[in-house]
């Protein structure tokens, strides 16, 4: 690994003791995030348009009580991740995250493979959304080219991230504010048409609300297979709030602010999927059919626009629109900062060319940006091309990522903390400690294991095994292996020992042996 130059990065020792903003100089990130802006990006990157519109499709395959089981299993487990993630970012806050726990704490090729792997989703990730925002836009402006949004939507995101790490910031509390506001709004309309004080266009009260729930096969529709399918959904919906460890490398008091902003983000986040999912599990029979419409190209059948619609409000659709199209720039937005900044510092130890290591004036790693940028363009261009399968097969090589990413925290954290207690070293060196070890990362891990293998095992049980269908939902995982597997053969590596590992102001000093690329 190449020596980091001065002020790079923090140190984990150094960390513990940064609690106040680190004074900013040309080769290291400015530490300007606050903690409003760290509980916003990990709202925005989890509140979407899997909420927005694919909350809908949930409660049709698995019924309200099904769908609200799924949301506070896969919740519980994200906590669990998020704690350990608090801890491991709190004491060691880099923009590496994952990459640099998995190399110093389970293998240095598993940490190249994550990293690598984090960068590739989310720079796959911008073209998703930018292709998304084509669809929205031409619910306003159907004769438009739709190119031409996403060329705009990818200005604006590059404009966002290029200037300073404080306007992604700002621009992404704003992005994440529009949904809380929507959010609440639905809720609060939600909860006075069950309770008969808001009257609207469809049955409402509590006594339509408890038909709704006890309607056909509900509350639970599907048995234990919808109930996998739909965790998978939850799980995909709270993707996002890992990114809380990537911005730890540009907060303010990392300390302090990262373990406060994990606390609020947890609540916010299952109270707000909770509450949505019961409200339009009791006011829309899961047997509507337009539950199953639910996609970006047609918002106009969204849950919540349908909610909106029942409560009287005409414009609901255009409304929903905009809120959706803030959703898709916010998933954007941090996904183009997310994938800069993992790129970023897998250059800076020697994980990646050096040149993506370069920063401009403001602190921003403009190179690893402008790559991020040219992979989410070259990808939304080749939806241009019909008959073309190259993009849905680099999505799908992309959605399993997010997985392998928590099952790395878990894994990661697990071993940390054991590798920290064997040295002999106090919890109270630590700024914050998760109150669920060991438990916690266990249970992550098992439930995301399970979630992630059992996303297409459909495949498996038809007369004839559906080898195209296992291939295009599963690619993501052998390509991460190969990518694992091949590092730790070509140089060597192998598991980290506990007592090798390395703690304090040594975590983030060059290895004996580091290969340069």
Not at 137 to 161: D, E, I, K, R, T
Not at 419 to 441: I, M, T
Not at 462 to 467: A, V, Y
Request: hydrophobic share 55%.
């Amino acid at each position: 690994m190449t020596p980091p130059t001065a002020g790079a990065l923090a140190a984990p020792e150094a960390a513990a003791s940064v609690h106040a903003p680190s004074t900013a100089q040309p080769q290291q990130l400015r530490r300007t995030l606050q903690a409003r802006h760290l509980t916003m990006i990990a709202i925005g990157g989890s509140i979407g348009t899997g909420l927005f519109v694919g909350s809908g499709t949930t409660i049709a395959q698995a019924g309200p009580g099904g769908a609200l089981l799924a949301y506070l299993v896969i919740g519980l487990m994200v906590y669990f991740l998020m704690t350990s993630l608090g801890e491991l970012a709190a004491y060691m806050p880099v923009s590496g995250s994952f990459a640099t726990y998995g190399s110093l704490y389970v293998d240095e090729a598993f940490g190249f493979a994550l990293g690598w792997n984090y960068w590739f989703t989310w720079a796959i990730t911008i073209a998703v959304e930018l292709a998304a925002a084509q669809l929205v836009m031409q619910y306003w402006f159907p004769h438009v080219a739709p190119w031409v949004w996403s060329a705009l939507f990818l200005g604006l995101m590059f404009g966002l991230n290029a200037f300073a790490v404080r306007g992604f910031g700002e621009a992404e509390f704003w992005f994440s504010l529009v949904k809380v506001i929507t959010v609440i709004v639905f809720i609060t309309l939600g909860c006075l048409m069950i309770f008969g004080i808001l009257r609207g266009d469809v049955p409402t009260g509590l006594q339509a609300a408890m038909d709704n729930l006890t309607l056909g096969d509900a509350p639970f529709v599907g048995g234990a297979q919808a109930m996998i399918g739909v965790a998978l959904i939850a799980g995909f919906s709270f993707q996002g709030t890992e990114l809380i460890g990537v911005a730890a490398g540009e907060s303010a008091d990392p300390g302090r602010t990262i373990p406060r902003a994990l606390r609020q983000v947890f609540w916010r986040i299952l109270l707000f999927y909770v509450l949505a999912i019961a409200v339009i599990g009791l006011l829309i029979p899961y047997t509507d059919p337009n539950l199953l419409k639910a996609g970006v190209e047609s918002v106009g059948v969204s849950p919540f626009a349908l909610v909106f619609r029942n409560a009287g409000l005409a414009a609901a659709a255009g409304v929903m629109n905009a809120v959706i199209l803030t959703a898709v720039l916010s998933a954007g937005n941090s996904g183009m900062y997310a994938s800069t900044r993992m790129l970023y510092d897998m250059a800076r130890q020697g994980r990646a060319p050096q040149v993506f290591a370069r920063l401009s004036r403001q602190g921003v790693p403009m190179v690893a940006l402008l790559a991020t940028v040219a992979v989410g363009a070259m990808c939304f261009l080749t939806t241009l091309f019909k008959g073309q399968n190259i993009y849905l097969w680099l999505l799908n090589a992309s959605a399993i990522t997010g997985f392998i990413v928590w099952l790395g925290i878990a894994v990661s954290h697990y071993r940390f903390r054991k590798g920290f207690l064997a040295q002999g070293r106090d919890l109270r060196e630590l700024p914050y400690v998760s109150p669920f070890f060991p438990w916690g990362p266990i249970f992550a891990f098992v439930l995301c294991l399970v979630v992630t293998l059992g996303q297409n095992y459909q495949a498996l049980l038809g007369p004839k095994i559906d080898w195209i269908g296992l291939l295009g939902t599963y690619i993501g995982l052998p390509i991460f292996l190969a990518v694992w597997m091949g590092y730790r053969v070509k140089h060597g590596t192998r598991f980290v020992r506990y007592a090798d590992m390395r703690f304090g102001a040594k975590a983030l000093e060059p290895a004996p042996r580091q290969p340069q690329l």
